[in-house]
T-cell receptor, first 113, second 113 residues
Framework: DTEVTQTPKHLVMGMTNKKSLKCEQH?????MYWYKQKAKKPPELMFV???????INESVPSRFSPECPNSSLLNLHLHALQPEDSALYLC????????????FGPGTRLTVT | DQQVKQNSPSLSVQEGRISILNCDYT??????FLWYKKYPAEGPTFLIS?????DKNEDGRFTVFLNKSAKHLSLHIVPSQPGDSAVYFC????????????FGTGTRLKVLA
């Protein structure tokens, strides 16, 4: 099973809402990632978890709060977002250690109104 | 500052011919490079990678070439097929276990039947 699943596929939220994005993988990968991708732009790294611990935070605003409850799950909690946060949010996983290819989920298309 | 650049935003190729996608980077510390393919409404899919100790890696129809002195890599697809039509991203990583991948700006390949 080389699948990374993400829910929901689409999300529309107001600037005062609180919502969460979910990501799951069952490949035994111990590195998990959140990326943000705007239209016609490359994916931009937001967070990396290694062995369920946050190892990289690319200076992401605190209105984005990641969580890794176990080795298979990754959440991204959203609160008080701005319209410019509207984007495709991609989750990925990889083996840990030496740079390995990442397996991406299909993404959550987020619209902030 | 875009450390990984794909200067051709789009490329059209006839079916059966060779597709050559190019990628330039500025950081000489990058030591591992990957190519991903992305269809609309899907996450990127890993294609092929190359370590900086090699100058060529081949997998079926896909070959990646690395020219470290020129800080340039290219992806060759031979023969090109209509199903190869997608956006292609190159990505680069610094060092073992850093988990940090920088993506290029992407090239949209269209293979004409």
């Amino acid at each position: 099973d080389t699948e990374v699943t993400q829910t929901p596929k689409h999300l529309v939220m107001g600037m005062t809402n609180k919502k969460s994005l979910k990501c799951e993988q069952h490949m035994g990968h111990r590195a998990m990632y959140w990326y943000k991708q705007k239209a016609k732009k490359p994916p931009e790294l937001m967070f990396v978890y290694s062995y369920e611990k946050l190892s990289i935070n690319e200076s992401v605003p605190s209105r984005f709060s990641p969580e890794c409850p176990n080795s298979s799950l990754l959440n991204l909690h959203l609160h008080a977002l701005q319209p410019e946060d509207s984007a495709l949010y991609l989750c990925a996983s990889s083996r840990q250690g030496f740079p390995y290819e990442q397996y991406f989920g299909p993404g959550t298309r987020l619209t902030v109104t | 500052d875009q450390q990984v650049k794909q200067n051709s935003p789009s490329l059209s190729v006839q079916e059966g011919r060779i597709s050559i996608l190019n990628c330039d980077y500025t950081n000489s510390m990058f030591d591992y490079f990957l190519w991903y393919k992305k269809y609309p409404a899907e996450g990127p899919t890993f294609l092929i990678s190359i370590s900086s100790i090699k100058d060529k890696n081949e997998d079926g129809r896909f070959t990646v070439f690395l020219n470290k002195s020129a800080k340039h890599l290219s992806l060759h697809i031979v023969p090109s097929q209509p199903g190869d039509s997608a956006v292609y991203f190159c990505a680069a990583s610094i060092g073992s276990g850093t988990y940090k991948y920088i993506f290029g700006t992407g090239t949209r390949l269209k293979v004409l039947a």
